[in-house]
């Protein structure tokens, strides 16, 4: 029977255990041999007698030993007078020494050796920050009645543009990568109404930046019956709420990653994209919001707010995709603590957002058009024939809810969290312009 | 405040309530008219006075009346004195009629009209029943120390073999979409040593027929230190019970698919390969089981031992992919109810398996090759050059347990819930040959 090596510290002394895991580290003394352990849940310290030989770092092992309490050992247990079984033949050097506290390599290292490298326990640590939030994303939506589901990634037109997808041949046509599940769980919000999907999405991105990967994760949620673009975000509060306490129940990663965990306020701060641009020092008629412009605002939320995390509404029509809600500002006046003059419904601006997470785009989101009529319309303005998007057009036809969502980067959100310089720190295996292996 | 249709019975009566949903039957009657409302939750009988309008079915509307207690109604309350909001244009004719008990469409209708078709309550169960599979496979595997992982699915080499590879233009150069995530799930097994994925897995499969599906998504697992491939089936046979007990929580949903659920034997009724052929009277020379052969098993292990489910141990090495280990079956002696004499350590048969339900494979797995020097032998035999699995390789090289996984396609574990007689009837957008739309 097996013991887990944070099971240790309650193995009664004196009784044989059985350990399996890596070698982590040996030190070979003159008197005696120290082998610290390693398993999917910590390390254990094991001593031999002198001149007992054990595997070099990294190999597997099977540890028979006695439990024995010493204040010196983490936990106050170790395995004294211990017999190691090598599972395998002797592993080969790791490109850095595993056990050491930090692992001080290049990000072209780490990337090349992945398979070996991320199984250092900080390093490790992102990843089971990135499972804790998708554990605490999935319940949260579980407890307020939305559906998982799964839509293709194989898809017969680039979904939202044309300009960065990946062509696939599929059996001898062009095919093509899901940018987004957008249309898809749109559609599903016709079935089950509150729907969320955690899959990959593909861009073919072709700069290369720290923060855009061409394969990431995204955590998409759509919901109907929403009043405006308000809904979706009161439910995305919810969410990150739940990822957060999510992540802070696995402490121990928490503590290895070195991740500084955010307080999500009970009203996430907001403001119209016109006093954003005002707020960053930006020209009033910048179409979009720069890096620079993202970090001025995390920096004003924080300052302002005391908060990680900010809101810009009411982001440019022109910039948003064809199913953009126009703004509605009306019901939104009283709600809103905008300083500008953007009355409702004005046709510059939309019913969405972009959600900053310690000045970077996180999450964007906002109201969908709901009927037939508006989306063949919208088309028809960007130059796009309705026909091409004939099966999305059928749910709307059939009757949809007033509905919106929002998709959360799963990559930028661990990499903000352990405010990593490069998504691809948080990334085992990352995918962009240069890299496809390992 | 909405109340959702399944809220209505604890509503007081008497009380105004407002309900949003689809219009999903509308009866005009001469001296009254009756709206049947759905929601994500249910539906809902509302009452309007006679003459009164109401939008066609698949209309979203908001209700607006009195809850009030009625023996007719289900759950025992209806919607009385009711005012009726469109929240869009009227509804186009569904190509079915979604308020009759039974979806009575062909098979090409369903899939063209998926949009709207998928909101039958009947057929939106399907999904319902593989959303609550993901959440029971899920938590399952939490409670055994597994983390989720998420890994590529464009990679640069063809992950098993060859064949059924869909290519992808990225950037320039030729990339593949992963046909199953086995060698990274591997790769972590190394990092986190109990790791599962649930995502999209690619097969360029050429032929038509009710089981494949060109996109589908995989339930994966890997573990490390296994003592052979038993252990994995421990591990499957835990994950089945947590799939079937979260489904079972969806009692509606099993009801109105009309599924029949499985009970999952403590021991899963195991039969060695060449036993197998003999069962299903095949010739024992056959490499493979045919879809014949797999029926017979399933009615043997119903007839013999009560289980919908049994696992077919020892398939011949000559038929499985390049990291599955030897039969080790000296251990497994014991365990096993074999009859026929496939001593210990014989390299014909190997460690892994299928798991059949209900006569249809659902799951193959296995113990893996978990040194180098294997790896390496096992490619060069097969004509390949460890070359090109360098990045795989790293991690064998520096150090991995005895390990094993399975996969699970969860269409087909849907399929035989509600005894589909096709795949199709249970995916919402699938991918065939000739399929690549909606």
Known sequence: MRTLCHDLPAATPGTEVVLEGWVHRRRELARVTFLVLRDRSGLAQVVLPAGRSVPPEETTVRVTGTAT??????????????TVEALTDDALTPPAELWRPTLDV???????????????????AHWELAAASLRGFRGTLDGLGFTEIATPKLVGTATESGSTVFEVDYFGRPAYLAQSPQLYK?????????????????????????????????????LGFVRDHRD????????????????????????????????VPDEVPVVHFADALALAGAPDDEPDLAPEHERALGAWALAEHGSDFVAV??????????????????????????????????ERWSNSFDL???????????????????????LLARGEDPATHAAYLQAFRHGMPPHGGFAIGLERWVGRLVEAANIREVTPFPRDLHRLAP
């Open 69 to 82: 309490a010493t204040a010196q050992a983490p936990g106050g247990v170790e395995v004294t007078a211990a």
């Open 106 to 124: 290049s990000l072209p290292t780490l990337l090349d050796h992945a398979p070996v490298l991320w199984r250092h326990p900080a390093q490790r």
């Open 186 to 222: 749109q559609q599903m919000v016709g079935v089950l109404e509150r729907v969320y999907e955690v899959g990959p999405v593909f861009r073919a991105e072709p700069h290369d930046t720290v923060r855009h990967l061409a394969e990431y994760r995204s955590l998409d949620v759509e």
């Open 232 to 263: 979706v975000l009161a439910v995305l509060r919810e969410v990150l709420a739940g990822m957060v306490a999510a992540v802070a129940e696995r402490e121990d990663a928490v503590v290895r990653a070195g991740a500084r965990l955010p307080v």
């Open 313 to 346: 509404e009411g982001y440019p029509m022109a910039k948003r995709p064809f199913y953009t809600h126009p703004w509605t500002g009306a019901g939104l006046e009283a709600r809103s603590a905008r300083t500008s003059t953007t009355e409702g419904g004005d």
């Open 356 to 378: 900053l997470f310690r000045g970077l785009e996180l999450v964007t989101g906002g109201q969908r058009l709901h009927r037939a009529a508006d989306y063949e319309a919208a």
